[in-house]
Structures are given as C-alpha cells and as structure tokens.
C-alpha cells in the first residue's frame, strides 16, 4: 500500500489522499493530500481540518502526491496538514468497500462532476457533523441495540419453524419469472401488468437470497416512498418477523439526519438484510450487497435534478455488474432505454426481458378503455356527461372512484376580458396560478404569492375571470355536480383531494390514503401523487379529465410520460378481482380528450405498451433521439439571457479541438423553456453524439474550457453553469 512505503521513507507522518467536500466550482474536484500518523486504508473515515474548518472526510486509493514533504512547504497554502484522526477507532467503524468507492468514482467521472462532492453527498449528513468522541457513542448505543434485538430469534432453527411469513402461492408466470431470475445472471427487466404481482415476485426473490446467506443484503429502490407507506409496510410485514426488527430499513430525504444515519450505519455494518429507499439509496454503503431491485424504474424520479444529476436506475445496473450480483428493473410501462437495452440478445440487447402480461385473481383483467370525444361533448363540459353518469353508478354500488388532473390549484390563470392581463409571475415566465383555497395567486415556481387582486391591476375591471383549471375547481365541480348523489346506505357521498398542497403535513397524505383504505372516500381527487403504486381495493373507475396537453409538447418524452402515467393511473382500477365478482363490476379507464384517435390513445385502448414503445423507437431512431444517440445538457444560469447564451455558445467554440468534439454536434445556446426563475435567465445547450464514450470524453476534457470561459469579464453576469449527462427533460 503507498501510504505504508511511504511512512517508510517519512518516519513522522505518512500521507493520505482524502477527499473532502469541495465547492462544486472551486476547481478542486479530486482528492487532498493530508498527512497521518498511521497508514489508514481507503474508505476510512476521517476527520480533517479544511480553511478554518474541520469536516469529514474519506481515505481515498488515488496514490497521494509523491513529492517529499519539504520544511518551506509548511507555510505554503498547499502544504499537506495533518489530519484530526480517524473518525471512529480502528476496527469500530468498517471502512467503505472498494466497490462503494468504485461506483462513487464512476458516478463522479460519468455525471462530470467533484469526487468529494459525490463522495460526500453519498454518506449522510450527520455523519459530517459527528466528531471522534460522538461516533463512538453513537456505536455503542447500536451495539446494545443489536444484542437486544438478537435476543428475539432469528437463527436457523427460527427459519424452519417460521410459518412462511405470509408469502403467497405464486401464479405460474410469477413462478417462471422467479426460475429465470435465480438461473440467469441478468440485468433482468421485469415487464408486467399493474397488478401482475410483482411487488409478490420482488419479495420472493430478496427471500430466496436472504435464506440462502446469512450475511446477504438486498437493495430495493421505489420512486417515491412517502407516496406509498403501504409498500414499505408489506415489505415490513414480510421481513421483520423472520429477520427482526433491524432487518428493514428506509433511505429516503422524508427522514431526519438522526434516522437517516441510523439507517446507514445499520446498512453499512450489515446489520440492515434490506434496504428499502429512494435514489439517493443507491450509495448506501452495503459490504454484503447481493441483489439490486429498481421498481417502477421507468419513473424520472430516479433521476436526481440537482448537483450531482445521476440517474439511480442506471447507476444501479452499473452497480450489479460492477459487484458482480443481480438486478431487476420492474415497470408495467418500462422506459424506452431499458425496453431497447431489452430487445433479443441478438440484436444487440444486454438485458434478459420477462413478462407477466396476466393481473393475478382468477378473471382478473386490465381496465376496459373508454375514450370520450370532448368535441362531441356539451361546449365547455369538465366532466362530460357519459363519465358523470359513469361515476355515478360506481358510486351507488359502493365502489370508488378515482378522477385524476395533473395540474394542482384552481385555475392555472386568472384572466381579465376586457385589457387581456393574466396573472403572470413578475419574476418568471410563468402564470401564478389561482388557489382558491386562500384566494392567492401562487407561482409554482419561485414561490412568489399574493391575494387574489380585487379587480384588474391594470384596468381596474371587477371581473376577472379563472382560465382552465387544476384540482381544485374539478374538486368543487365534482362536489356540485354529486351534491344529490347517495351512497347505498342513503348517506352523502365523501369526496378527498391529494395533491401537494393537501399534503404538505407530515401525516395528512398518510390519514388521506388510509381513508381511501377504508372505503370511507367515494370520489378521489387528485394529481400524479395517486396515480402511483396504490393498491386501491375498491376503485374499479379511473378518470383522466385532461390528457391532451402533453400530446403536443415539444418534449420528444412527453408521449412516453403521458402513456406510463394513463397506463398506471388505469392499474389503481379493479385491483381486487374478487371485488369486481362480487359487484358484478368491471374496471375501467375513462381519458377525455379532443383527439381520441391519436395513436397513443389507440396504443391504449389495447394496453398495448410494447406496439407504443417499438412505435416511438421507430420515431427516435429515424429522428436520432435517444436511446439511439446519447445526449448531454448543460444549463446556464445569468442576470441577463444575452450573458447564459454568450457563455455557452463562447465555451461550445472554445471547445472545437478537443477531444471527442468532432463526434459530438453541440447546438446553439437557447433559452430554457422556463426561461426566468425568480429573476434569473436561464439558457441552455444541447449536446448530441451516437458515441457514448466520444461524448464523455469531451465533457472531461470541456470541464476546464468552461471554467476558464466562465473567467471572461464579459461573463460577469453568469451566476451558475451545470452539465445534465441524459438528460431526462430537454
Ligand atoms: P404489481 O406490483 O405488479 O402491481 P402486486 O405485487 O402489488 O402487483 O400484486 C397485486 C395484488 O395481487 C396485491 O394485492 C398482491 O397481494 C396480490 N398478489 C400478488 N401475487 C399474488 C399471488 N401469487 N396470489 C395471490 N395474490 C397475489
Ligand atoms: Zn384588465
Ligand atoms: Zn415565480
């Protein structure tokens, strides 16, 4: 090791390379050299002094620089100093594994940005603030914690005993699916219908792998957890009663720092069999890992939109072959990167495709489809009348029924008839949008609120009117409209909303969904936020008011969001097959649209997911989008849109001989589509190439080019610039 034949030749101190959080801009992206009494290997944990601080750091293997330690340096800025000392005693604290460090440094390199910054926004935050003397109490509370736990059985002889924990007699495709995960190496996509049971499949295999090894750890990644407390409590159920209480833990940003790093030292003294989290789960540290699950792995949550922009589905395929184990992406509507990656091996795929195309339940089916022509509607009908005669069965039967918008608030603008004002954000290029709820005018964006003026501010005209509409005024609308309507005990009927202003108490999302559980709700309202991962027992109707907008986005993915989002909408209805029998009921999806015959509603219509994806590939490729070229977005940010647009076109120029740049087309800077943000321009500027590898080579290499056109004093203005690599939204 460099460190110990170093201290050979330095009998005072050996030298360490320790990375340590840098400024993302600072220009000092790898590792410092600091110097210690004893070699500690890579992955130590350590505290280091940094300008006047002291802060964490993590022993890194890039050798340290070799020059020997001469007395003049001392004084310098440079010189190495010594580091504090190891943030826990040795032995105490397992260091993080070469292969933690390996998907760091390649999470690093691959999204251009700092080792330290990834390094240590990977570990919790409270790790940072944790000197010697903390972390070693902090430990030895866990130590008792474990003992005790371990008091409750969980040995072999518990295992046989244990009555299966619940895990249900699988279907036959769910049994197939299951074979071919444990015979092949994968990475396996795993494409069933909402409802297939692949949660069940889930589950089964992390069982299999923590039977068969006392040590293992599996790594089960959700989009969104908070949205769905149900899954993690079948998760729960399934696992703690077999491996105790320590067994399961989450990772998700929900959690306080304290339970955050309590989470982490579980997972990473392998205390923790699973892990069950968010994106950011996919650097927990876990020596044992073994199997990789990503569910609903077409959703862009997993696409982290801030700092270092990873994406954690693909990080977590990077992660399995890198460790050498098994993963499973699952999705009823997969992303177009994975289905392509999941064509026949030979041509050219490299993930192992599997398909449960049956809901389970005997006679369970797929919601029936019905498209309602608003053109032939009644003008200016919300709820065209079929669908309110539709709810209205549903509801006098006993059933739910679930009407999803996704826009919140009450009216994304307000409008004046007679001088043509709407309410505009003044610091963006946004409306704010009406909440009637407190009668303000709110910009989803910089935050900005008012109250709702009392008439035009320019013209002075009483009446202004609300433009379109968001969940709230579909809320009210649906309340007038079922004001008579009566449940089949003769009560009136229950209506909830769930969106993110409904929700911003911790709890009240949790009390909403337990309500729609316990059949006490009839009609649901509300955004993407319920169309996500519920398993509703007792919805057997689903209603999209509006899908038309995203049909003519200018985002070449917006087709591809719109179909996952109705296809998994439509999956919350008529999940409970034996429900349906006994109401003698069937599931349905209601869309309005104006263009009932566009080929994504035909697509559909016959739940048809593969004919949409080979349709759109087919578009893509003939169009030289992704997943047939690989793309990168960097975004500047300015006082002045002349300024973000001058520095991205000077440093793409600037950019002409270096490597890879003639394999990678860089278009001209434009203006974001949001173009100003709480009074900040924002451009951008895409970059194309078909060469994965020529692409990265340039953003490397175009790193230092930026931050030297950056220095320019003809762009003082610019505040930040970050590169995008995939970008999810162009
Ligand atoms: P998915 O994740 O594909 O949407 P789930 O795993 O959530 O599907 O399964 C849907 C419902 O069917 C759940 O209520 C689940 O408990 C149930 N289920 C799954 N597999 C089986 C099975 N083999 N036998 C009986 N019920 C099952
Ligand atoms: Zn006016
Ligand atoms: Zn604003």
Redesign the pocket.
């Given at each position: 090791m460099t460190a110990v034949e170093m201290g050979d030749n330095l009998p005072m101190s050996c030298r360490l390379s320790v990375l340590v959080q840098t400024p993302a801009h600072s220009g000092l992206s790898g590792p410092l050299t600091y110097l210690s009494d004893e070699a500690l290997p890579p992955g130590t944990l350590v505290r280091v002094p940094l300008g006047t601080r002291e802060t964490l750091g993590v022993v890194w293997d890039t050798p340290p620089s070799l020059e020997p330690e001469r007395p003049s340096d001392t004084a310098s800025l440079y010189a190495a100093r010594h580091i504090t000392g190891p943030l826990s005693e040795a032995g105490q604290l397992p260091v993080l594994s070469a292969a933690w460090r390996q998907l760091v440094g390649f999470a690093a390199r691959y999204y251009q940005r700092g080792l330290g910054e990834v390094a240590l926004a990977a570990l919790p935050p409270q790790l940072r603030a944790l000197d010697g003397a903390q972390m070693a109490r902090r430990l030895a509370k866990r130590s008792i914690a474990i003992s005790k736990s371990t008091e409750t059985p969980s040995d072999a002889s518990v295992l046989e005993s244990a009555p299966t924990s619940g895990a249900?007699?699988?279907?036959a495709e769910?049994q197939q699916v299951l074979q071919t995960i444990e015979e092949s190496p994968g990475p396996f996509l795993l494409f069933?219908?909402?409802?297939?049971?692949?949660?069940?499949?889930y589950l089964q295999a992390v069982q299999r792998i923590l039977e068969l090894d006392p040590l293992a750890q599996v790594l089960v990644m959700v989009p969104e957890i908070n949205l769905t407390p149900q899954l993690e409590q079948r998760f729960r159920q399934r696992f703690e009663p077999t491996w105790g209480e320590q067994s399961v833990v989450s990772l998700h940003s929900g959690m306080t720092p304290a339970q955050r790093l309590k989470a982490w030292l579980a997972a990473h003294t392998g205390a923790a069999r699973m892990v069950l989290g968010t994106r950011m789960a996919i650097f927990a540290s876990m020596p044992h890992l073994q199997l990789i699950v990503v569910d609903e792995e077409h959703d862009p949550s997993y696409k982290q939109q801030e700092g270092a922009r990873y994406s954690a589905r693909d990080l977590a395929v990077y992660r399995a072959q890198n460790e050498g184990i098994k993963v499973i992406l699952g999705s009823?509507t997969p992303s177009l990167e994975s289905w392509h990656h999941s064509r026949p091996a030979n041509e050219g795929g490299r993930y192992q495709r599997l398909h449960?195309p049956s809901r389970?339940?005997t006679g369970a089916q797929l919601p029936t489809v019905r498209r309602v022509d608003m053109g032939r509607q009644p003008k200016g009908a919300v709820i065209s009348p079929p669908l309110l005669q539709a709810i209205q069965e549903r509801i006098a039967r006993g059933e739910q029924v679930m009407v999803f918008l996704n826009r919140r608030g009450y009216a994304p603008v307000l409008f004046c008839a007679d001088c043509g004002w709407k309410s505009e954000c003044p610091h963006c290029s946004a409306f704010r949008v009406f909440h009637k709820i407190d009668r303000s005018l709110r910009c989803h964006h910089c935050g900005f609120s008012q109250p709702v003026p009392k008439a035009c501010p320019d013209c002075g005209n009483l009446d202004i009117a609300s433009l379109g509409r968001g969940t709230e005024k579909i809320e009210e609308h649906l309340q007038a409209l079922l004001q008579t309507q009566r449940k089949p005990n003769g009560q009136p009927i229950q209506m909830v909303r769930i969106d993110a202003d409904t929700t911003k108490i911790k709890g009240s999302l949790e009390a909403q969904l337990a309500q729609v559980h316990d059949a006490e709700v009839d009609v649901l309202v509300g955004t993407q936020m319920i169309a996500k991962g519920h398993?509703f027992r007792r919805v057997t109707l689903v209603a999209v008011v509006n899908a038309d907008s995203a049909l003519f986005s200018s985002d070449f993915r917006a087709p591809e969001r719109l179909f996952a989002l109705l296809m998994q909408a439509g999956?919350r209805a008529g999940?409970?097959a034996a429900f349906l029998a006994k109401q003698g009921s069937q599931a349905e999806l209601w869309v309005q649209t104006d263009h009932p015959t566009h080929p994504l509603f035909e697509a559909l219509k016959t739940h048809d997911y593969p004919a949409f994806a080979e349709a759109q590939l087919k578009e893509r490729q003939e169009a030289g989008m992704p997943p047939f070229t690989f793309q990168a977005l960097v975004r500047a940010e300015a006082r002045t849109q002349a300024v973000a647009q001058s520095f991205l076109n000077a440093a793409s120029a600037a950019g002409a001989e270096l490597a890879g740049a003639e394999q990678v087309f860089r278009f001209s800077a434009v203006p974001m589509s949001l173009q100003r943000v709480a009074n900040v321009e924002r451009a951008q500027m895409l970059l194309e190439s078909t060469s994965r590898s020529a692409l990265q080579a340039f953003l490397t290499a175009w790193q230092a080019t930026l931050h030297s056109t950056r220095a320019l004093p003809e762009h003082k203005g610019l505040i930040r610039w970050a590169v995008d690599v995939d970008p999810q939204a162009i």
């Open positions: 249900l007699l699988l279907s769910q069933g219908a909402t409802g297939s049971g692949k949660t069940e499949v009823a449960m389970v339940g398993d999956g999940r409970d």
